[in-house]
């Protein structure tokens, strides 16, 4: 809410809406983005739906009189009834949301209450429903039992859900029903359809992929022979223009139609259209000539939803993230302390500047127009570095120290780059292997994991060594590039070797790679020590005499005795998980082939953009859109609470890992949970395991030998187990957020809903730092600050893999902005590119220029705002900024008007090399840098056009005589005619004398 302005995104909504108001009367409604925050057009009406299915605000009153009674009834002890007021109070609870329905509403309505007796109603497979609610009843009771022995129910089991007796009540009362039976049954009143489905077909496809193509085509051939119609349906647009070119070529059609979803008329008179929509299964039914095929059923490829449209490419810590006692760092004086948003009133200008308290309790007021001289301090978690003196020495040393470290670390990055694209490198060629693999793609690719795909192939088809590193979360497709790589490395008789640091990636790798090359008759292998020494021997023989394509393995490719016929392409996997030893080996084997490296490490978007032209590197961000974000519960160590998670999960055909990060303990935990949970197979795995037998533990939880694997926080990055998808974390309030963090990614990497659960001993017992931090890993959104901090941390490390763990060190010194600066500025001038003049003109013109409190309420969006400003580099941002500000909070007020046009000005002064500019009543002085070249002579016609009296003075300045009143536009006016002339003449030194030009002379 801001002033007459109500933002809100209602459920079922593509975007948010803005509501200007007035008074109680809506004026307009549109729909705005929410990224830019910019509107994206007008709306006649919106319906706001509810968030969730308990409003728990709707009758605060009567909830918390209900709640109290319910203590007493179930005498709860006075620690369980602090948690549940606690939940009450964060919304973060342990039990699904049905729990709390009899308590937040005096009288709950069901489904039934909302349908009228003219509703039709639906019933497939009535006597499966009758069944399965048989089943659910019996579960619930079961669990409510055992919930009330542990005192921790509040509700009845039938307050929440409708027996049978009670929802059998309601289907007489329905006028239509319709029920709907998967089996033909001769009885009265039952219709048979004679509609088939494709399993036949579908069960071909499984047994003979190879052949997929050809079958599928062979199928539809047989269905438009019978002179039945057929409809084609993909979820994806990308694969119309690409199976309508295949039924063409191959099926001899001149016209295929196209069509969009729904399919609201199917009279169609065409033997094959292509429909765009989702449908799980096609039929066919005999009766109406309608033959109905999905392409995953025709081809046996399964086609999920494409990707998701948010991506956390900018989730990194953000400056109006910025909290009173923030660390933050000043270009010129260092490290301080943020103290908040204050207005103070100098020279009779109001005026809004940030507090910054240095060592020893020195203060310094830096005006909003300056934001761009700060950044936010970001360093590696849980280490907190002393506050700077202001004006000490201190902080100049470290930055030079740093400087040095950078310069040195840069030549290093663009020696290796030169000395590459120096190198002779193989020319590949891509053929149809590469085309059948990309048709059995079973996604639609994310934008950026086609671009790093596109980026690639390009590399391997020039005639240098490919060197590129692909960063992206586990499960984000890297994979996919990689097999995508392989091929077209097969395709020119080259071999492929896949470098992995553990015998378990190996074994994940070497999976996938044979589910999807296998089948087009590529030879795979593994090489690492599961295998006998036999084994290895034959592997051995086969890759030196060309007979395998790609060997998979861990560093035992390294090893001498690894002969290859013909190594065209090496992908490695987690580089800065190697040690020195392998990595000097890694550097014999890189050599003349093309390597690709991939990290699951993230990679923050400053430190790409640094790296452009030195560093082959493409980035995905973007999750696959079938992907549901982990939920996350904080609970107390509790027999009941941990007995269910397991056993819910293994009841789901799941793993659970149990992460109890000290190994004293550790195996009396395990003892404890196969006697909780006897059902499952328990493992245990930490540090101290021998690293062969870890390896083995591992890799049979891979295989899903495992149910339950205590551990401790040594779980793998790179490991990628989408059956894994409940993780219980032991001591949560010990851990760092980005540990945790990295700990709840190890779940939820399929489109299975997930489970993380942080326990702690008591809710009393945790320290305020603790609970803040779990509180943050709490936050709905993953978008959360929470987050960005946990990612902040972690892309600390990924710059570290990157450019050596040797920086981090330098990192922390200076702050992470400010270090990625220096890189960027030292990288630039390495590559022999102009430094541009650092100025940050100190502009005194004697006018307020802020935003009020009452135009912009929050301090957060003031602060993103006066950053923004700050940071432009150009006038036209400003004008962009002008629209977004006016469309957000209304017209301008007068202060923000100035701010506005300061910043312009600010932009002109930094193009011209203008350092400060002072003010007395109506004439100004520009302080120019010695070194800037100023085009003198069209300062002096501007000038002379315009009325303006001009005096250059010494010590490379001017003075100007201006008439109007508003001198901020008048001065702008002035160098925005100057700086459009100056590009069409050079300009000459401004000496401390006047120098006149050949016109003048």
Known sequence: VRGGVLDLFPPGEEFPVRLDLFGDLIESIKYFDPTTQRSLGRKEEVVVLPVQEVLLEYDPEGLEERLFKRFKRFELSPDKESAYLRALETRHFLEP?????????????????????????????????????????????????????GKRVLVEPYESFLTREEYERYWPRAERKLLV??????????????????????????AEPKRAIETGLAYLKEALERGERVLLVTPQEKAIERLKSLLKRELSLSQIPEHKAPFQDLSLSDPLSLWQGELGRGFSWAELNLFIITEHELFGLRKPLSGRKRSLKDTFLRFEDLKPGDLVVHREHGIGRYQGLVS??????????????????????LPVDKLNLLHKYVGLEGKEPPLDRLGGKSFEARKKKVEKAVAEVAQELLSLYAARKVSQGFAFTPGPLLRQLEATFPYEETPEQAAAIEETLADMQKPVPMDRLICGDVGYG??????????????NRKQVAVLVPTTVLA??????????LAPLGVRIAVLSRMKTSRQQREILKKLAQGELDIVIGTHRLLSADVKFKDLGLLIIDEEHRFGVRHKEKLKQLKKNVDVLALSATPIPRTLQLSLLGIRDLSVITTPPRERLPVKTYLARFDEQVIKEAIERELARGGQVFFVHNRIKGIYALADWLKRLVPQARVAVAHGRTPPQQLEDIMVRFVRREIDVLVCTTIIESGLDIPSANTIIINRADRMGLAEIYQLRGRVGRSNVQAYAYLLVPSFSSLSEEAEKRLKALLQFSELGSGFKLAMSDLQIRGAGNLLGTFQSGHVAAVGYDLYLEILKRTIDEMKGQEPSLEIEPDVNLKVPAYFPSGYVPDVEQRL???????????????ADLRLEIEDRFGPLPQEAENLLALSHLKILLRQLGVRKVDRRLKEVTLF???????????FRRIARSNGINLRLLKGHQLRLQLSQDDILNALTGFLEKALSLAQKEKGVYLEDKPVASAEEK
């Not at 074994?507 to 999807?516: D, I, P």
């Not at 120019?928 to 069209?938: A, L, M, S």
């Open 478 to 491: 890297k994979t996919e590039v990689a097999l995508r790589a392989a091929a077209l490395a097969i395709e």
């Open 97 to 149: 949301e049905e729990f709390w329905l009899p308590l937040a509403y005096a009288k709950p309505a069901n489904l039934f209450d909302y349908l009228s007796q003219e509703e039709m109603i639906l019933l497939f497979e009535p006597e499966k429903i009758q069944e399965e609610a048989e089943i659910f009843e019996e579960k619930l009771l079961l669990s409510w039992r055992k919930a009330r022995e």
């Open 864 to 878: 993103h705002l006066y950053r923004k400003l700050a940071l432009a580099k150009e006038v036209e941002e400003i």
């Open 507 to 516: 074994e994940q790798h070497y999976r996938t790679f044979n589910e999807r």
């Open 928 to 938: 120019f840098e010695p070194q800037t070249t100023v085009p003198e002579r069209i």
């Open 181 to 206: 039976y998967g089996l033909s049954r001769a009885e009265e009143g039952i219709l048979n359809f004679e509609v088939r489905d494709h399993h036949q077909h579908v069960s071909l496809l499984k």
């Open 344 to 365: 103070l009133e100098l020279s009779g200008l109001e005026g809004e500047f940030l507090l910054i308290e240095y060592k020893d309790g020195d203060k310094l007021y």
